[in-house]
């Protein structure tokens, strides 16, 4: 059963660089370029109104963006090295913290459900994880086979970490042993994301091969491939139920895949240039909708299609 989901609006010209990635809260979407700021839109109006521009956020750039499920915290990795922690007052982001490293020793970026725990990978396969109401201190460090670390993500309940690499590796942690769960086996080319399952029973993970991989987080075990995409895929998000996968590729196209029926529902071409980041909105009503951005410079919206 495919599903049908309608352009809403567009952000257009929203950063004046490509816009490398994007981040939600229950109320706003956080969007993060090769420029120098952060904006903030709110999604509970139906034309995603400018809500704060936070200038000066990263000197050269910013290439992650992420907040907890919370929507409490958010943390930003610039080009520079240096990552910054966000709180947010009266629908206001302001800075908390600011740790600068050396470039390349931070680069995916993953919170915690309620912020405290902030996850990264590094230029050398290293994961680290940080307790942000501890000073920052670096509470566990997991060694992998030395490969750059590409994408990251932390379970809800923060017991594991993930992590995917140039070189194919796809990584589970358990942060309560602070042992490697497992190597996963399948993508030999770089993965670019890896996001878990709501529930987090379910590990995806995708990039230059083309295909998404869903994985068993108990047993490590994959349980299927979805293929369809013609270019690498670059975002991957779940949808609030677990119901739903969103996908966005090299090549411009935005995919809905159903996890019950293990295929595409849904197809969207807002662009032919890369989609950088692909999000899924806070569930207004019955209608699920989702965001894309990328190499166009602008935010495009969705909304499923009801029918009448």
Same mark, same amino acid.
């Given at each position: 059963?495919?599903k049908?989901?309608?352009?809403? +609006?567009?952000?257009?010209?929203?950063h004046?660089?490509?816009?490398?990635s994007l981040?939600v809260?229950?109320?706003?979407?956080?969007?993060?370029s090769?420029?120098?700021?952060?904006?903030?839109?709110?999604?509970t109006?139906?034309d995603?109104?400018?809500?704060q521009?936070?200038?000066?956020a990263h000197?050269?750039?910013?290439?992650?963006?992420?907040?907890?499920k919370?929507?409490?915290k958010?943390?930003?990795?610039?080009?520079?090295?240096e990552?910054?922690?966000?709180t947010i007052e009266?629908?206001?982001?302001?800075?908390?913290a600011i740790?600068?490293n050396k470039?390349g020793?931070?680069?995916?970026?993953?919170?915690s459900?309620?912020?405290?725990?902030l996850?990264?990978?590094t230029y050398d396969g290293?994961i680290n994880?940080w307790?942000?109401?501890?000073d920052?201190?670096?509470?566990?460090?997991?060694?992998?086979?030395g490969?750059?670390?590409?994408s990251?993500?932390?379970?809800?309940?923060?017991?594991f970490t993930?992590?995917g +690499?140039e070189?194919?590796g796809?990584?589970?942690f358990?942060?309560?042993?602070?042992?490697?769960?497992?190597?996963?086996?399948g993508l030999v080319?770089?993965?670019r994301?890896?996001?878990?399952?709501?529930?987090?029973?379910?590990?995806a993970a995708?990039?230059?091969?083309?295909?998404i991989a869903?994985?068993d987080?108990s047993?490590?075990?994959?349980v299927?491939?979805?293929?369809?995409h013609?270019?690498?895929?670059?975002s991957l998000?779940?949808?609030y139920?677990?119901?739903?996968?969103?996908?966005?590729?090299f090549?411009g196209?935005?995919?809905?895949?159903s996890?019950?029926q293990?295929a595409c529902?849904?197809?969207?071409?807002?662009?032919?240039?890369?989609?950088?980041?692909?999000?899924w909105?806070p569930?207004?009503g019955?209608?699920e909708?989702f965001a894309?951005?990328?190499?166009?410079r602008s935010?495009s919206?969705y909304?499923?299609?009801?029918?009448?």
């Amino acid at each position: 059963m495919s599903k049908q989901y309608l352009t809403t +609006h567009t952000v257009d010209d929203a950063h004046i660089t490509d816009i490398f990635s994007l981040a939600v809260t229950p109320t706003q979407i956080i969007s993060a370029s090769g420029s120098s700021v952060l904006k903030v839109y709110s999604t509970t109006e139906p034309d995603f109104p400018l809500h704060q521009t936070i200038e000066q956020a990263h000197k050269l750039g910013c290439h992650h963006v992420t907040t907890s499920k919370s929507g409490s915290k958010a943390a930003s990795a610039g080009f520079g090295g240096e990552v910054k922690i966000w709180t947010i007052e009266d629908g206001q982001w302001s800075e908390e913290a600011i740790d600068g490293n050396k470039a390349g020793e931070i680069w995916a970026i993953a919170l915690s459900e309620d912020g405290q725990y902030l996850a990264s990978t590094t230029y050398d396969g290293r994961i680290n994880v940080w307790d942000t109401l501890a000073d920052r201190k670096k509470i566990r460090e997991y060694e992998t086979k030395g490969s750059f670390g590409m994408s990251i993500d932390l379970s809800v309940d923060g017991r594991f970490t993930a992590s995917g +690499h140039e070189n194919g590796g796809v990584y589970i942690f358990n942060n309560d042993t602070g042992r490697m769960l497992h190597s996963l086996p399948g993508l030999v080319k770089p993965v670019r994301s890896v996001a878990f399952s709501p529930g987090g029973k379910l590990l995806a993970a995708a990039g230059d091969a083309r295909v998404i991989a869903l994985y068993d987080v108990s047993s490590g075990e994959q349980v299927a491939n979805l293929t369809g995409h013609g270019a690498w895929v670059f975002s991957l998000d779940w949808s609030y139920t677990g119901e739903y996968l969103l996908s966005g590729a090299f090549d411009g196209k935005a995919k809905v895949w159903s996890i019950d029926q293990r295929a595409c529902v849904a197809t969207h071409t807002e662009t032919e240039k890369t989609l950088w980041s692909v999000k899924w909105l806070p569930k207004t009503g019955k209608n699920e909708g989702f965001a894309t951005t990328g190499a166009n410079r602008s935010i495009s919206f969705y909304r499923e299609a009801t029918g009448g």
